[in-house]
């Protein structure tokens, strides 16, 4: 498998412009995170869904921030409109019970707002 | 709500082991201690994890106090590539509400 895939690795926008990234979990995993990654807040969870379905969004910063995952393999997390403090790295992660609730990691996104 | 305290750095020298403390002395009857590390640039990575019993796998052993109030990660013979940043959490099995990394151990792996 070639494990969780998030695109883009990198994005570059100026603030007030929709951004959206992007997760493949790996297959036959039903449970996926976002996660953000900032030096002062260290990794925080977002939102996680179970069998596509958000079970908890309590980390979600604001109502600039939304996820969804239309399907079992996509998921995206939506900043509308962006701002400069939403710079991060911004982690995907997937698992399900088979893997014993094992998180698997992807690569990240790192987001800057300018 | 910070739920383990680690160490903020350590370090080790290559080929010895590499013995990672973290305290959780608020730990619930049904939270489990996970380990994940993070090597720079790149997401966290499983490493273990156990409810009461000491575990051990291909990576690492944990073992946990017999009051479940702190455990141990070893490393039995650390690499240069095991520098990282150790995570220590404690969360129930099928609930990811709480599932809180904290700051970690910086474990320096030196030649």
């Known amino acids: 498998d070639a494990g969780v895939i998030q695109s883009p690795r990198h994005e570059v926008t100026e603030m007030g412009q929709e951004v959206t990234l992007r997760c493949k979990p790996i297959s036959g995993h039903n449970s996926l995170f976002w996660y953000r990654q900032t030096m002062m807040r260290g990794l925080e969870l977002l939102i996680y869904?179970?069998?596509?379905?958000?079970?908890?969004d309590s980390g979600m910063p604001e109502d600039r921030f939304s996820a969804k995952m239309p399907n079992a393999s996509f998921s995206t997390l939506k900043i509308q409109p962006s701002e400069p403090r939403d710079s991060a790295v911004y982690f995907c992660a997937s698992t399900s019970y088979t893997e014993n609730y094992e998180q698997y990691f992807g690569p990240g996104t790192r987001l800057t707002v300018t | 709500d910070a739920k383990t305290t680690q160490p903020t750095s350590m370090d080790c020298a290559e080929g010895r082991a590499a013995n990672l403390p973290c305290n959780h002395s608020?730990?619930?009857?049904?939270?489990?201690v996970y380990w994940y590390r993070q090597i720079h640039s790149q997401g966290p990575q499983y490493i273990i994890h156990?409810?009461?019993n000491n575990e051990t796998n291909e990576m690492a052993s944990l073992i946990i106090t017999e009051d479940r109030k702190s455990s141990t990660l070893i490393l039995p013979h650390a690499t240069l590539r095991d520098t990282a940043v150790y995570y220590c959490?404690?969360?129930?099995?099928?609930?990811?509400?709480?599932?809180?990394f904290g700051s970690g151990t910086k474990l320096n792996v030196k030649p």
């Open positions: 156990g409810l009461k």
């Open positions: 869904f179970n069998n596509n379905v958000p079970i908890d």
């Open positions: 608020t730990i619930s009857g049904n939270e489990y």
């Open positions: 959490i404690v969360s129930p099995l099928y609930n990811f509400n709480k599932f809180y």
